[in-house]
């Protein structure tokens, strides 16, 4: 038997949350970012042994231990992508914390070391109940980060928050029973290739998808998230924007696309309809804010929705756009987040109009910031260009005007963000207090940097990134070819016209003749 | 068969009469000194009749004592099991709560054992006659123990309260099991099926309803739930938790047994009205319990919740169905026991005991292992995994799914988000909300133990038991399919 490493993987973040919680401040920080560095080392090993083109499921663990289902972990490229995408964010979020949170130090940590073998877990699980035990349980982190540590409103956005997620999941779990008495198995990759009946897939795809669109966020269920991100503490905010909104795309792409490609395609035109409202209407929203975190938590909504319409195109680009929006935008948006945090540290307040001119007084935080708020419009070079074009080509193959309104959005998600980074680090320093707000840190730097070098590497040389993932996209497409959508602008051969337009019918009669 | 053979099966309940008898004459001797020795030797004799309960698990087939009327199958075996754990953990929690009033008496032991006997002959009924016998030994130890805290007025109106409409309830068992016996000429389980098989008059069906109604009066299910607030709030917390948990597992599992059993062939008689109890057990438990300030009265809202997932089980009316049934009462006792504790644990220095949402504000600073411990068991209570409370819930609904009773498990999910609101309204308190009120008092050890142990079994270490959970019940479920 192989090293059981993503079994380890879980167990070093549990270990020490369950020591965290019998620490001291100062020695519950430490072990929570040794405990996150170790698992970003085997991350990183993870990744090294991954071998590309190899076998669909590699790393596959399997013990009886449950009765009605089983203790399985296996990852594929996609699910590797992803869980690097959390142990790298993880160290990150235990070093914003790092100062920021004062009380209650070591329950905390323990909370966010939790958060990070659910994560991993969910994105490891082979088993479909397994899935959900890992899915569900994130609420219960989740809940105590905002409630605990939350801003003011910060009871009314863990209620809201816990409750539209567990409304969503409990649907889903239903079907998922009803799958596995159906299928006879709660293998994931076995019911990957099972084919439901169609008549049962369109109510199976409805259950999976109350449960997905919550967590997504797509519109018109997204109103937790500005909540939950607002009132969440700068470290929660990463996480949530980060990973936990990648488990509602995971869902998709692992659930509800393969198991269900009927009724993924007879639902296809839902799922764009409300991509563009979303697109359209939470990007007119972010322009408005007044409070930074809100504005980045509803452009998070708007990159979602171009992750849906990728999804749902089908075809190779367009799934290959979606996981690289995914992954950039877990990337971007945390680092954005971050930034919200650096200044709100110093100023406590996420106002944008407290704030203005920091390029003159935090020329290196300013810097970052560009770079951050380049990367989520999407300049050529970031991260995040390469998933949108992607997925915009992807959709495109499609539907031209699903193209043409998502395109829109991103035009829109240039304005609010050149805005708002107009508001904070350009222009006259207003107040005085803000002007007087010292550059990075030590501690902050090691924060953004490596984000920022993950930003560029993945703009630059995207590849790396998407090898894994190709030959499990690939099946992804094979799997839905034979309900791929026709494209709507498609040519169609006509009958080749006798003469061009500007073709003069000759009437030669008469000619010269005088 | 020979009566050797007869004494041997209801060997636990003969040792526990004898114990309790013994102990009740001691008690009288002795008054209250000896009341420690007693309880000890009470819990002893309890764990003797657990054990040797065991012993008789998966020895064959149904082995029916005094010419059937009484059965030791696995499923009473299970059943019983899980009464006797019940029971004993809220006699060791009893002494240290009464002795900080000065109200600990010997009485209390003795009515537990007898209690016990009460409640494995419940479940072990094949005739109506012992049923009933059963029933009433356990019901009336129960008034008493509801108003054991004498000096208390609330413990005297809530023992009050129990003794009238048990006894209505009482009375409607009994009348219904007079038609059935009308109907059927038999009080015997088999005869009555075996009657029921061949005409299932409306008189029949009349006495099916009555006595169906009785019972959900008994393990507190909607409509026949008004009574549980009041009692719970009212009685003694070790003697709530014990009402909470033993004699409504023993209710259940004799539901359970009269529905496989002489009701077996008319299952579309009772299941609607299963199903019906059930998510009305579920609505009203949840959307009670809200408004509630009292965490008393708010688990006992809890409890009526619990009995409608517990149903769901039922309702599927498939061996897969009773086995969930029962896989759900061995984690909803350590549930319901441990959040009952931790409800006692909650008291301040003068003894007198934090109630309401409003004392456990910021419990989480003041009193961190305690607050953990709630926390895990109210997330478990609301089926949130990795909890084991959420096994619980999964084995009914995918009995239900299995049953293809899809509408049924969908509205019975999505009620259990109701429910959840005031679970995590109990950990708002707890954690995000500021201490206004005094530090609980330190606990005593025994309490701690029988906590500790419940909030061990839910924790996500309870998956390990599984394997095991799902063998013993699923051969305790196939006993009532086996016989029938």
């Known amino acids: 038997m192989e090293f059981p490493i993503l079994s380890l993987m879980l167990a070093v973040p549990l270990v020490a949350a369950i020591a965290c919680l019998f620490l001291t401040a100062s020695s519950a920080r430490m072990v929570a970012l040794f405990a996150t560095l170790i698992n970003l080392a085997l991350g990183v090993i993870l990744w090294l042994n991954y071998d590309i083109g190899g076998a669909q499921w590699q790393f596959t663990e399997r013990a009886q231990l449950f009765a009605g289902f089983e203790y399985a972990l296996g990852i594929d490229g996609i699910a590797l992508m992803l869980i690097m995408l959390s142990v790298f964010l993880m160290p990150i979020c235990i070093l914003a914390s790092w100062d920021g949170i004062t009380k209650r130090v070591g329950e905390y940590m323990a909370a966010f070391l939790l958060m990070e073998v659910l994560m991993i877990g969910v994105f490891a699980a082979q088993d479909l109940f397994l899935f959900y035990i890992f899915f569900e349980a994130g609420l219960i982190p989740m809940y105590l980060i905002i409630g605990v540590w939350g801003g003011d409103n910060r009871i009314y956005a863990s209620y809201k928050f816990f409750l539209y997620t567990l409304l969503g999941s409990v649907l889903m779990l239903i079907a998922m029973l009803w799958m596995v008495n159906e299928a006879g198995t709660s293998d994931i990759p076995t019911l990957m290739q099972y084919d439901f009946p169609v008549g049962a897939q369109l109510w199976l795809w409805l259950a999976f998808f109350a449960s997905f669109a919550v967590k997504m966020p797509m519109w018109p269920v997204h109103t937790w998230l500005p909540d939950a991100h607002v009132q969440a503490p700068t470290a929660g905010s990463v996480i949530l924007a980060g990973v936990l909104l990648k488990l509602g795309g995971y869902g998709f792409i692992r659930f509800s696309l393969p198991m269900f490609p009927d009724a993924s395609a007879d639902l296809a035109w839902l799922v764009f309809a409300l991509s563009m409202v979303a697109v359209i209407y939470t990007s007119l929203v972010a322009l408005v804010q007044h409070d930074m975190k809100k504005l980045i938590a509803y452009s998070s909504v708007a990159h979602m929705a171009i992750v849906m319409v990728g999804l749902f195109a089908f075809n190779v680009q367009g799934l290959e756009g979606a996981m690289m929006v995914m992954l950039g935008h877990g990337l971007v948006s945390g680092a954005l987040f971050l930034c919200v945090g650096v200044i709100y540290d110093r100023l406590h307040t996420r106002e944008i109009a407290r704030y203005g001119g920091l390029s003159i007084n935090m020329p290196k935080y300013a810097l970052f910031f560009l770079l951050f708020t380049m990367a989520s419009v999407g300049l050529p070079g970031t991260s995040n260009f390469v998933g949108e074009f992607l997925a915009l080509a992807g959709i495109y193959k499609v539907s031209t005007f699903v193209t043409l309104v998502c395109t829109t959005g991103i035009i829109l998600g240039a304005a609010y963000m050149l805005y708002l980074y107009r508001r904070v680090a350009f222009g006259e320093q207003r107040n005085a207090d803000a002007a007087a707000m010292t550059d990075l840190n030590a501690r902050e730097w090691a924060m953004l940097a490596p984000i920022a070098a993950a930003v560029l590497w993945m703009g630059v040389y995207p590849e790396s990134f998407l090898a894994p993932m190709r030959q499990d996209i690939a099946a992804l497409e094979t799997r839905l070819a034979s309900v791929a959508p026709q494209y709507d602008s498609e040519l169609t051969v006509g009958t080749p016209k006798d003469h061009a337009a500007n073709f003069v019918a000759a009437s030669h009669e008469g000619e010269g003749e005088h | ?484």
């Open chain 2, 1 to 484: 068969m020979s009566y050797s053979t007869s004494l041997y099966l209801t060997g636990a309940e003969i040792g526990l009469s004898l114990t309790g008898l013994v102990l009740l004459l001691v008690t009288a001797w002795t008054g209250e000194r000896a009341a420690r020795a007693i309880t000890i030797a009470a819990v002893a004799a309890l764990f003797g009749a657990l054990v040797f309960n065991l012993s008789l698990f998966g020895q064959g087939v149904a082995a029916d004592a005094f010419s059937g009327l009484f059965r030791s199958d696995n499923f009473a075996i299970f059943a019983k099991s899980l009464v006797y754990i019940a029971t004993i953990a809220c006699l060791i929690v009893a002494p240290r709560y009464f002795d900080a009033r000065g109200e600990y008496r010997g009485e209390y032991p003795v009515l537990m054992l007898f209690n016990a006997v009460g409640m494995g002959m419940m479940v072990s009924a094949i005739d109506l006659m012992t049923l009933y016998i059963g029933l009433e030994m356990s019901s009336l130890s129960s008034y008493v123990l509801a108003s054991f805290a004498r000096r208390d007025g609330k413990s005297s109106e809530a023992g009050l309260k129990y003794f009238v409409l048990g006894g209505l309830a009482s009375g409607i068992i009994l009348y219904g099991v007079s038609l059935v016996y009308g109907f059927s000429g038999t009080t015997s389980y088999d005869g009555i099926r075996a009657a029921f098989t061949a005409d299932f008059s409306t008189g029949a069906m009349f006495g099916t309803v009555f006595v169906l109604a009785g019972v959900a009066f008994k393990i507190a299910a909607v409509p026949f739930h008004m009574w549980t607030p009041d009692v719970y709030e009212g009685a003694p917390t070790p003697v709530t938790a014990f009402f909470a948990s033993a004699p409504k597992v023993a209710a259940v599992a004799m539901l359970v047994r009269m529905a496989a059993g002489p009701f077996g062939g008319q299952v579309e008689a009772w299941q609607q009205i299963v199903i019906f109890a059930a998510l009305a057990s579920i609505v009203v438990g949840a959307l009670g319990a809200i408004g509630q300030a009292n965490l008393k009265r708010l688990l006992a809202y809890s409890s009526i919740n619990n009995v409608g997932f517990i149903l769901i089980g039922l309702a599927a009316a498939t061996p897969k169905g009773i086995e969930g049934v029962l896989v759900y009462l061995f984690i909803y006792v350590f549930m319901t026991i441990g959040s009952f504790v931790a409800l006692l644990m909650l008291r301040d220095a003068k003894g007198k005991a934090l109630a309401t949402f409003d004392d456990i504000s910021g419990l989480s600073t003041t009193s961190p292992a305690l607050a953990w411990c709630l926390l895990a068991l109210m997330f478990s209570l609301a089926g949130i995994p990795p909890l084991f409370g959420f096994w619980a819930k999964f084995v009914v609904f995918q009995a239900a799914v299995q049953a293809d009773m899809i509408a049924l498990a969908a509205i019975g999910i999505a009620a259990s988000v109701i429910g959840a609101f005031y679970y995590i309204k109990f950990i708002k308190v707890m954690f995000f909300d500021e201490p206004k009120g005094a530090a609980p008092a330190e606990a005593s050890v025994s309490h701690w133990v029988v906590l500790g142990l419940s909030v061990l079994v839910i924790s996500p270490l309870g998956y390990l038991l599984t394997p095991w959970l799902s063998d013993m019940a699923g051969a305790a479920a196939q006993a009532l399919f086996f016989a029938a």
